[in-house]
């Protein structure tokens, strides 16, 4: 469960998964945009911050250690994939739980599963 509200993963079993900004930022883009493939050009502008210098293989490094974290075998990739000289896709499933209405009393807001 990727809740953008409160920048928080968590896995299947409720325990949160603990991410860098960029990982944060390049998971919530993926999603964004499931089944497109952004290219690497794309998801630098999706998850640029400030003025730093920031190169394409920058993604690259950032997907390897996203799947690090969430792939059930990072060398063999089912949710986040490459599609040879474009770029990456996510192919998991997506649901919008919810969007913009405000969290129930003692629930954490939801965004994307």
């Not at 968590?10 to 960029?22: E, R, Y």
């Not at 993604?59 to 599609?83: G, N, Q, S, W, Y």
Request: net charge positive; charged share 30%; no cysteine.
């Amino acid at each position: 469960m990727l809740d953008t509200l409160r920048r928080r993963l968590t896995d299947q079993k409720g325990n949160a998964v603990d991410l860098k900004v960029g990982e944060f930022d390049l998971l919530a883009a993926l999603l964004a945009a499931h089944g497109r493939v952004l290219s690497r050009a794309q998801l630098l502008d999706m998850t640029r911050r400030g003025h730093d210098a920031v190169y394409e293989r920058t993604i690259d490094v950032l997907i390897l250690r996203l799947r690090r974290k969430i792939e059930p075998d990072p060398a063999h990739p089912r949710l986040i994939m490459t599609e040879r000289a474009i770029g990456y896709h996510f192919a998991g499933a997506v649901e919008v739980v919810s969007t913009d209405s405000p969290p129930r009393s003692g629930q954490p807001p939801r965004q994307r599963v």
